[in-house]
């Protein structure tokens, strides 16, 4: 069963204004995440805040966990985004360019779950609710395929399953850093990032012999 058919009533919409609807109901839910977290929040809390009726929320979304999982996809997508423009600028330039601009791309990474409210309690969610981890899991690895495709010919020495491996650390590190950053008090933010960044740029710098068995 697909992410998109396992909470939702149907796709989004492609009408400008159903849309718009559609977006706000998003935003909604995400500022309101942000007040009350995942347990409290209800779909007639969030007609109230949108001022819509229910009826309206329905015709688009089951439940407040098909919201929340609209909400983690569309974060997601953004951050794809990202991923994708930062591939394209430094991947002709090789394995030694991608590494040296680990951190611009974490801090990018930062910028979009910033701007996108109640992100701090999508992450959350995403672990804690069953159905929501598979979108996580599904979304990682679909960003460790990507980035592995890329890699791969860049390392013609390395065992291909060792690419994936570290390409897979390497996502789910990255993840836990911008939830790390999203839910910073008082932390050295240029310190975490410029620390991160080492670490994840030191995985793809190392002897191309396979592990032993």
């Known amino acids: 069963m697909t992410s998109e058919n396992m909470g939702r009533t149907r796709q989004p919409p492609r009408q400008d ?13 995400g500022i309101l995440l942000a007040e009350v977290g995942v347990e409290t929040i209800s779909t007639n809390m969030i007609c ?3 001022g ?4 309206a929320l329905y015709r688009y979304f089951k439940d407040k966990y098909a919201l929340i999982e609209a909400l983690a996809e569309r974060l997601m997508a953004r951050q794809a985004v990202v ?3 930062w591939l394209t ?5 090789g394995v030694g360019a991608l590494a040296a601009n680990v951190e611009p791309l974490l801090r990018a990474l930062a910028q979009v779950t910033a701007e996108q409210p109640g992100a701090l309690w999508v992450f959350r969610a995403m672990r804690a609710v069953p159905r929501l981890t598979e979108v996580r899991l599904a979304s990682h690895r679909r960003v460790t395929d990507q980035l592995s495709s890329v890699y791969a010919p860049l390392m013609p020495g390395a065992p291909a399953g060792m690419i994936w491996t570290r390409v897979r650390l390497s996502v789910e590190f990255s993840y836990a850093t911008d939830e790390m950053i999203a839910e910073s008090r008082g932390e050295d933010l240029d310190a975490l990032f410029y620390e991160a960044g080492r670490m994840l740029a030191s995985l793809f710098f190392f002897e191309e012999n396979p592990r032993p068995n």
């Open 17 to 29: 204004r159903a849309q718009q609807t559609y977006e706000r109901l998003l935003d909604v839910t």
């Open 89 to 93: 600028t430094h991947a002709p330039n």
């Open 83 to 85: 991923v994708e423009q």
């Open 48 to 50: 109230a805040r949108a």
């Open 52 to 55: 819509m009726t229910p009826p």
